[in-house]
């Protein structure tokens, strides 16, 4: 399969502090690629390494087998971004927003009323064409933003935190959208502080924190790399009782964080006994998942940043 992009011993310094350290990476065409990570891990800086809008210090990237350095312009034309922030002129229409950013990206004046209304129906959006973006909604606005993301027919779609602040109707039905585009082979780059978004989505991906990749692989490889099992989480003022209880259980272990008391094993069975003794039911009890990789890979959950 052939690499999209591919990143080696990539740095970017912004004075003394370093961004992203010697960062390996290969991303092959026509893959769903997840970065995940706290904020401040790196995650942005990479991308607006790969579109050119900030410079590497040292090291290769290639981008299309472009690098951005020299020819940024080439591959932005290649490429669709996702914006964290939406970037909307509110005071013009949503037709007017399209058309004009058709112009920027050079799809031709006679094909563009064309492309707009086909992607506004894809994205259920064909009833707003000549709406104010003033009067949509965040959920629409957010649906626009992948709608201007598509007008090039991009090969790598670069998803920067696309679901954050959605209602679970609408982050699903981008979801699927996601998906369709995947199906069609559409590389696409993914950053997210849903855990659950990144297991449903993604073929492979990376956890970074504070500008290193700490770990790698398929969402279920490394699941499993942790250890199949079951955690329940409890509040933090049961410390000393859970503590005191586990004394008899050989196969589960304490973990502490700042959401809540993590007790983990390889049996449902334990965690219900575990219950019964401390009288009192745990605020969650779920299997291990992506969510348990990320905190021991960072040390912190997505909470304490996100």
């Not at 950053?191 to 770990?215: F, P, S």
């Not at 965690?271 to 990789?293: C, G, W």
Request: charge should be neutral; proline fraction near 3%; glycine fraction near 8%.
């Amino acid at each position: 399969m052939e690499t999209l992009i591919r990143a080696s011993k990539v740095k970017k310094k912004f004075g003394d502090f370093e961004a992203v350290q010697a960062l390996d990476l290969e991303i092959k065409r026509g893959e769903c690629f997840g970065l995940l990570g706290p904020n401040g891990a790196g995650k942005s800086t990479f991308i607006s390494l790969i579109y050119g809008a900030s410079l590497r210090t040292s090291g290769e990237l290639s981008i299309f087998g472009l690098d951005p350095t020299k020819d940024s312009q080439k591959i932005k034309m290649r490429l669709g971004v996702v914006t964290q922030e939406n970037a909307l002129d509110e005071s013009l229409t949503v037709f007017e927003n399209l058309n004009l950013y058709c112009g920027f990206i050079g799809v031709e004046k006679k094909i563009r009323k064309k492309k707009i209304t086909e992607l506004l129906d894809y994205m259920n959006l064909g009833h707003k064409m000549e709406a104010k973006i003033l009067s949509l909604s965040g959920g629409m606005k957010r649906r626009l933003v992948f709608v201007r993301a598509l007008l090039n027919d991009p090969e790598l779609l670069i998803l920067d935190e696309p679901t954050t602040g959605l209602d679970p109707a609408v982050r699903h039905l981008l979801w699927g959208k996601v998906r369709e585009l995947h199906k069609k082979g559409t590389t696409l780059l993914l950053t997210t502080h849903y855990m659950h978004e990144a297991e449903v989505l993604c073929d492979r991906l990376v956890i970074m924190d504070q500008g290193q990749i700490k770990t790698e692989g398929s969402p279920q490889k490394l699941i499993q790399s942790y250890g199949s099992g079951y955690v329940a989480i409890f509040s933090s003022l049961l410390s000393q009782e859970i503590k005191s209880n586990l004394l008899k259980y050989t196969d589960l272990t304490l973990e502490e964080e700042s959401s809540g008391l993590y007790v983990r094993g390889p049996k449902l069975e334990s965690l219900f006994e575990l219950q019964k003794d401390l009288k009192t039911s745990a605020m969650q009890i779920r299997p291990t998942n992506l969510e348990d990789v990320f905190l021991k890979n960072t040390g912190h959950g997505l909470s304490d940043e996100a």
